[in-house]
């Protein structure tokens, strides 16, 4: 092959749709970690004061991580200056009157915000079928479809409401999935984690539309530290689906966010995530640091729970949705592209860990690299003693493009069960200049034969995401390579 | 029939990479014309073929090739395979992942757009592309999976022959398409290239043999050898070579190009 490709050159010289600021007045603490700042946070929320010590401890605990070399989470394959954690705003909220009524009383910058972001806030303008909750900074600023949902009896608000009105659900899943001593960040996370989206499908209860997320960081210099716990109890299914995007900076931000998932009996999760932060230039300058824990439990018989992720954005990302195999015959998935373009790294990948008997999961990770950009798929799977005939099939594939790009696989495969099974493929391929030119002989341009062949790729997961979401993960792939197309 | 030619080229001189291969090619391509080119192994037929097309890493040093009355040296591939020029290449690549119908679809209408025509719709898509693949007799299955990935040397042959009856060129070259073709298959191969012959259409046939030649009857025939054409001829040349080889012509070179 013949150097590096101009077409995949230019598609490392793409703008970032979303890099906007919105002017909005914010009330901000001022930047440090101490336990004052923990405190004001739980008192800015009203908080219970079992919630306060929950932080607390978790303060106490991260303040001691700090000193500890080997807490640090430096495993991982990407490389980045230790962040001094007292530079850091933990909490910034757009002012606006205390409670609102109804969204039209939104802010009209916030809705505008949105608005522009593809994600309307208005109910009547919504597409059927998918619920928001809009975290902006450290703060949940709407939730539609609230009383439709409630019909049903879900509840879908934001975390700080369902510390107010739902603290005893709360308070038993709270850390039950990732103890706030799990890792550095989400250990971080537990002690000034602002808001978040909340969701409880009660028994028997299938989710009649897709409830949703949308985390948008706006302010500069601040971290968002969100957290979000789901909760589907015996026989309900629910379908999530999560999407981010913050300004364009040259400063670094970081994004330690925290994920619990809880699936009872027969219940299913869903959850699906586009993310889309920031990246940082094609000399890597700026970005949104993505150190983020997600990991569901499922708890109960024969549940279910299924992350699939499309990444394309982050300076950098470091995360393994996981699932803990806990019920007989429970099944995890782990569906994931990610995608390195420019100076961006990624070390993501999954854990699943089978506990139960009959329990099965399937792991399958596509990585697309381009400019300089470098991945690493990590991924654990532990079959624990009595996981008689658990099932584990992963499938890694690497896509590169260009050569000044890097992909790494790391399984890591444990198994205290002879009866148990595991099977692992992995493959690397290259986009060469011979499939392009040959795409090109029959009409097809080069950008296109680029997007037709990565979609292609990646099809095994897009087609796991809910339709509105697979057509929007498409077009950001194609936006993502754009300009490593020459 | 008009008496211009479709394709014409003149003294041309190419390179692969950095390395001279291509010494001063003539040739006319009328419309309603098949020509053969006939030669050695190296002798530079896929390195015409692929100049022709624009392929990166070939380089016109001198001369002249225009198309329809254009210039196409200076265009790029994919404008040149919307204005109709179309190879049926000696290996088809293989491109994991990617479906063969959404792959025909989309270059049928990149093809449609630049002719100004709309764009045909998944079922209308669907109807013609059965049609084609009546007459490469192609099953219907081959359709839904990747693009030439595990098909066998002759599925992927007939499947370049059903991309130049989807994409319909005006002119179509094939580089040894019936190598590596058991007898029906070159029956049927042959068959959806005659279906392509028309009052306006020119086609250039690069094969080393003349059963081929036994179904596509060429109107010329031509000898390269070197980098240039060294002999050209009606049908019966390519029967003269298939008795007596190619060491009789002055000109050709024993071992390839040196
Ligand atoms: N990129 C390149 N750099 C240097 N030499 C090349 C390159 N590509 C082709 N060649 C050489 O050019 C010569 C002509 O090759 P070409 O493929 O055109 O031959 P051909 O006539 O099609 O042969 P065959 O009958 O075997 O298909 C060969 O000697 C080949 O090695
Ligand atoms: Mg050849």
Redesign the interface.
Known sequence: M?GVNPELEKLAKQDYKYGFVTDIEEDRVAPGLTEDVVRLISSKKNEPEWLLEYRLKAYRRFREMLQEEESHPEWAKVSYPRIDYDDIVYYSAPKQQKKIESLDDLDPELRETYDKLGISLLEQKRLNGIAVDAVFDSVSVATTFKAELEKHGIIFCSFSEAVENHPDLVKKYLGSVVPYSDNFFACLNAAVFSDGSFAYIPKGVRCPMELSTYFRINAAGTGQFERTLLIADDDAYVSYLEGCTAPQRDENQLHAAVVELVALDRAEIKYSTVQNWYPGDENGVGGIYNFVTKRGACRGHKSKISWTQVETGSAITWKYPSCLLIGDESVGEFYSVAMTNNKQQADTGTKMIHIGKNTSSTIISKGISAGHGDQSYRGLVRMGPKAHGARNYSQCDSLLMGDKCGAHTFPYLEASNPTATLEHEATT?KI????L??????????E?AIS??VN????EVLRELPMEFAVEAQNLLSVSLEGAVG | MSDAPLVSIKNLHANAGDTPILKGIDLELRPGEVHAIMGPNGSGKSTLSNVL?G???YEVTQGEVSFQGEDLVDM???IR??AGV??A?QY??E?????NN??LR??VN??RE?RGEDELDAIDFLTLLKEKMKLVEMPEDMMSR?INEGFSGGEKKRNEIL?MLL?EPSFCILDETDSGLDIDALRIVANGVNQMRSPDRTMLVITHYQRLLDYIVPDHVHVLSGGRIVKSGDKSLALELEEKGYGWIDGVEEEGVA
């Open positions: 013949a391929s060469s200049d011979d499939q030119f040959f795409c090109r002989q029959r009409g097809i341009s080069e296109d037709m062949i292609g790729f990646c099809k | 097309v392929k990166p890493g790029d591939p994919e395979a919307r179309f190879l290449f088809p690549v491109i994991p992942g990617v479906a959404y792959f989309t270059a990149a093809v630049h990747a991309q994409l």
